[in-house]
């Protein structure tokens, strides 16, 4: 089928590269000229694994391109998917501009020789942003178009989102009449994964709730964690027999500094913004999102417990992508654990295996920040070691050389990377969450 996606970003570059994997023919559309030179010369903005591979193949064999022209993605697609941003504004609502704008443009790309097309929402939005997009473009095209709006929330992850959408857990799409839902089953059918069709406002709906009870496990095994550290218990051990119960799952049962991103922070507010909205004051996940911020400032008052004062500290930060496997640090609570300390005086030294990059242009370190140039010499003379972010490389690193470039051997390990019996063994003053 031909397919376009307006957005070539996280979402829109990885699910056009995996639905040419899989023989559809895709337009990626983006109107950041840059990012599209860069694809148009062979480089892939983002770090992604798996992503440059199935790329430059798919491009090799013709079946996916980029533009910036809006227009030729319409014309191409039969499908068009929208996967641009949407941001949370001050208040925590959705800004839906780019929505907004896209479906305009979508609207005057639009041509009746073109037949029938569905416009499918890919972002996450607020539930009713279908019925709005419907509105738009019917409202900016001209007379004799034919067009369905759907809803297709996006559940990768980033760090595995070839994988995961390649192999999904299952597809959801919502849609108001049988036409959309034949093309999208059609667009779908190459996959090996159960399809949930719902309405358009069920399926918006399902990526909120998702989402927010996946965050909702995060905050449930922090608060957990609070009560371990008072009574001696050790989250680790707690979580593993919680997680034993099919019915709860272990994963997302990891204590730690809380969740960051840029998905569970934004759609957390946003669910809790339209419920209010719509007449539901969402008090639980106001809860879950305040248990997250504690978390943080909790593990700084611990830090300071330690080293009395921060100011002219030296300190080591490992991390700062805001998870393992993936260079986005926006929303990462490593990097705002380094802005809270900066704050203080502190001087912090960074390193991360993906995100030096991404952290020195989106990152918004404060002043005194530097990065290290490799793992271990950000450890030089240091007095004490965060561990931000649950990088593998951090897990295994030789302890013999941390202890041997800090000034004092002392690491706060905000991710439970590391075993407490190791770290004592070598020596080395280590605190961890919940246990
Ligand atoms: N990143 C994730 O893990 C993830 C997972 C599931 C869902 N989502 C949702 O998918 C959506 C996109 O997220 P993302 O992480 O891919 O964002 P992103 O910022 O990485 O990419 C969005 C892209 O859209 C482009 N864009 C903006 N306005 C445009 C326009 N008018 N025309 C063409 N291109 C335009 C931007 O230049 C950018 O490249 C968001 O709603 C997000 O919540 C993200």
């Not at 996280?10 to 950041?32: M, R």
């Amino acid at each position: 089928m031909k397919l376009s996606i307006i957005g070539t970003g996280y979402v829109g570059l990885t699910t056009g590269a995996c639905f040419a994997e899989v023989g559809h023919e895709v337009t990626c559309v983006d109107n950041n000229q840059e990012k599209v030179d860069m694809l148009l010369a062979g480089q892939i903005p983002i770090y992604e694994p798996g992503l440059e591979e199935i790329v430059k193949k798919n491009v090799a064999a013709g079946r996916l391109k980029f533009t910036t022209s809006t227009a030729d993605g319409v014309r191409d697609g039969e499908v068009v998917f929208i996967a641009v941003p949407t941001p949370p504004q001050a208040d925590g609502s959705v800004d839906l501009s780019f929505i907004e704008k896209v479906a305009r443009e979508i609207a005057e790309s639009l041509k009746p020789e073109y037949g029938f097309k569905v416009i499918v929402d890919k972002s996450t939005v607020p539930v009713k942003t279908g019925q709005k997009v419907g509105e738009t473009v019917r409202r900016y095209a001209p007379e004799g178009v034919e067009f369905s709006v759907a809803s297709n929330p996006e559940f990768l992850r980033e760090g595995c989102a070839v994988d995961d959408l390649l192999n999904p857990d299952r597809i959801v799409f919502g849609v108001d009449n049988e036409k959309a839902a034949d093309l999208m089953r059609r667009i779908y059918s190459p996959f090996n994964a159960p399809v949930l069709v719902t309405d358009i406002e069920s399926a918006e709906l399902i990526k909120h709730a998702a989402n927010s009870f996946l965050a909702l496990k995060i905050s449930y095994i922090n608060a957990v964690a609070r009560v371990c550290e008072k009574s001696g218990a050790d989250i680790e051990k707690v979580a593993e027999g919680i997680g034993m119960d099919e019915r709860i799952g272990r994963r997302f049962l990891n204590a730690g500094l809380g969740y960051g991103g840029s998905c569970f922070p934004k759609d957390v507010k946003a669910f809790i913004a339209i419920s209010e909205s719509l007449g539901y004051p969402f008090e639980l996940l106001k809860q879950v999102e305040q248990i997250n911020d504690d978390q943080r400032k909790l593990f700084l008052d611990r830090i300071r417990e330690k080293l009395w004062v921060l100011q002219e500290k030296k300190i080591a930060l490992w991390g700062l992508a805001f998870k393992q496997n993936t260079d986005d640090v926006r929303e990462s609570v490593a990097i705002k654990l380094a802005n809270d300390m900066l704050k203080e005086g502190a001087k912090v030294t960074g390193w991360d295996p993906q995100g030096m990059e991404t952290a020195k242009r989106f990152g918004n370190l404060g002043e005194g920040f530097t990065y290290g140039d490799d793992m271990y010499s950000c450890l030089d003379g240091a007095e004490v070691l965060i561990i931000g972010t649950e990088w593998p490389e951090f897990a295994n690193a030789d302890l013999e050389e941390i202890k041997k470039r800090m000034r004092n051997p002392l690491v706060f390990d905000g991710r439970n990377l590391m075993e407490p019996e190791n770290m004592a063994a070598a020596g080395i003053e280590y605190y961890s969450i919940g246990r």
